[in-house]
């Protein structure tokens, strides 16, 4: 299969945008349309607000009490609901303003593989992409069409990393969409009590390869963790894969010696990778903050039955890490008819 050169596949995709923007722009832009945009664009913003309402709380002397009991309760009280998953709301999962935003790309789920709601499993989805956008329109949200319509009965926690419940009011929005932290401790922990868990595999080091060549670039070959905690719980393993994730924005390089010791001092204090992005705005296609509206598909494959161990030794991971890799090979190939794009790093 021929394979469109980065730049083509972007030209290509913003002279269609910017088509359909202009016969739309102003005055036939829908309210539908500016809803969606809308309601993207203040969860982009959200984690700022949740900044600010922390330094509104600390200079505003009579906001000291309640922010100090706040404080206590997350920090004393309520410290193990990361590693539980317990706060998962569904009235919030079910607001119209995330309605929007899945309506914004718009998002897609296909389920391939026969699960049974009794069964917990490991759903390893790719790519991370800069914001793991796909995980959350397929599995944070119960609207119609989402996975937890295509199969009811099936709990799922996404792992995501520690930092962000660390940060008060912005580990309640992570709490209510049913995150956890992304220790294995954690992972036993919800697998033990009948919930599966998403891990994004390739992590957020795969944020680095989105939208920077024209192959999907997956970091999978040393991620074997999830597949050693399969084992030793006996959890079937199912191949996830977003198909328009690394769509979405496109990272700007750098090789500025100063900028890349910023990069690599900010990932060694959060564990997340920082870099410029550069997606669509919002009376523009060319350069924003908001992601491209490009069609989300999640492709769920079949689940990979996998025996339990209670210690496996690193031949019997190896050897089903390779077999998942094919498993998911055969997604890819099912969905796009060719791997010729897909690298394994």
């Known amino acids: 299969m021929a394979i469109l050169s980065l730049a083509a596949k972007r030209k290509k995709l ?18 539908r349309q500016g809803l969606q945009t809308a309601s ?23 906001l000291w009490p309640a922010y100090a009991f706040y404080l206590f309760y997350i920090y004393a009280i309520d410290y193990d609901s990361p590693t539980t998953g317990s ?32 069964q917990q499993y490991i759903f390893a989805m790719h790519p991370h ?17 989402s996975f937890s319509d295509l199969c ?15 940060v008060p009011f912005m580990r309640e929005l992570l709490l209510n969409f049913g995150m956890v932290n992304a220790e294995a401790s954690t992972i036993h ?19 680095y390869h989105a939208g920077v060549s024209e ?37 700007i390089p750098s090789k500025h010696p100063y900028w890349q010791k910023f990069q690599s001092f900010f990932k060694s204090l959060t564990k997340y990778p920082i870099s410029v992005v550069n997606g669509r705005g919002i009376g523009n296609f060319e350069f924003g903050i908001l992601p491209r509206r490009v069609p989300l598909t999640t492709v ?32 890819y190939r099912d969905y796009k008819g060719s791997i010729d794009d897909l690298v394994i790093l």
């Not at 913003?45 to 009579?62: A, E, G, K, R």
């Not at 719980?233 to 199912?238: A, E, K, M, Q, R």
């Not at 769920?300 to 996998?306: A, D, M, Q, S």
């Open 14 to 31: 913003t002279n269609n945008l910017m088509s359909e923007y202009l016969s739309r722009w102003p005055l036939k832009l829908s309210i």
């Open 40 to 62: 993207l664009l203040f969860m982009l913003v959200t984690p700022i607000i949740c900044f600010y309402l922390n330094i509104l709380f600390i200079l505003y002397s009579p």
């Open 87 to 118: 706060r998962k709301s569904y009235w919030w999962r079910s607001l119209p303003i995330f309605r929007n935003i899945c309506e914004y790309f718009p998002s897609n789920v296909i389920v391939r593989g026969n699960m049974k709601a009794e």
């Open 129 to 145: 992409g800069v914001m793991a956008i796909s995980a959350w329109t397929a599995f944070l949200n119960d609207f119609k069409g």
């Open 152 to 166: 009811p009965g099936i709990d799922v926690r996404l792992c995501t990393l520690n930092l962000g419940f660390y």
């Open 189 to 207: 922990h919800n697998l033990s009590r009948k919930k599966s868990i998403l891990i994004m595999v390739g992590g957020s080091e795969e944020a």
């Open 215 to 251: 192959y999907e670039e997956l970091i999978l070959s040393k991620r074997k963790g999830f597949v050693r905690i399969a084992l030793e719980t006996g959890t079937p393993i199912v191949p996830v894969y977003g198909f328009g994730e690394n769509d979405l924005y496109t990272i």
């Open 300 to 331: 769920l494959g079949e689940p990979i039955i996998v025996p339990k161990i209670e210690k496996p030794s690193q031949e019997e991971i190896d050897e089903w890490h390779s077999l998942y890799i094919e498993k998911l090979k055969d997604l």
